[in-house]
């Protein structure tokens, strides 16, 4: 298999919007909820702030752990996307354009927002 630098792009930016779909989105916290513990702390300014802990059993807790690991993530991201790219290509590339065009507009939002913040 040869490796542009198209695909390179393409799997970068699907693995970078995956990955954070898994780990900050709202709309996936149902698949966070049964690895992490809510940890409610009240700050010096009286303000409560919560914090997310992996959960004490074994395989809840090492899961837990990978999913408040954006690098541990990352990595089985990146995995599971070319292992489906290099055993279905058809099911992957539909997959891998529509996460790469997201995780595109994603920072081109942030870099704009923060833009006209300043």
Same mark, same amino acid.
């Not at 916290?29 to 992490?36: G, M, T, V, Y």
């Given at each position: ?7 390179l792009l393409m799997f ?39 914090? @997310? ?6 395989i809840r807790g090492f899961?837990?752990? @990978? ?23 058809? @099911? ?5 354009v529509i996460l790469a ?14 833009? @006209?913040?300043?």
């Amino acid at each position: 298999m040869e490796v542009n630098f198209l695909l390179l792009l393409m799997f970068s930016f699907a693995s970078f919007r995956l990955t954070r779909l898994l780990i900050y989105d709202r709309i996936t916290e149902f698949i966070r909820k049964p690895f992490l513990d809510e940890i409610h702390e009240q700050n010096q300014a009286g303000e409560v702030e919560v914090f @997310l802990s992996p959960k004490q059993a074994p395989i809840r807790g090492f899961l837990g752990e @990978l999913l408040t690991c954006y690098w541990c993530t990352g990595f089985w991201v990146s995995l599971g996307l070319f292992l489906i790219y290099y055993l279905w290509p058809w @099911l992957a590339e539909p997959l891998l354009v529509i996460l790469a065009v997201s995780g595109m507009a994603g920072l081109i939002e942030t870099f704009v927002q923060k833009n @006209l913040t300043d």
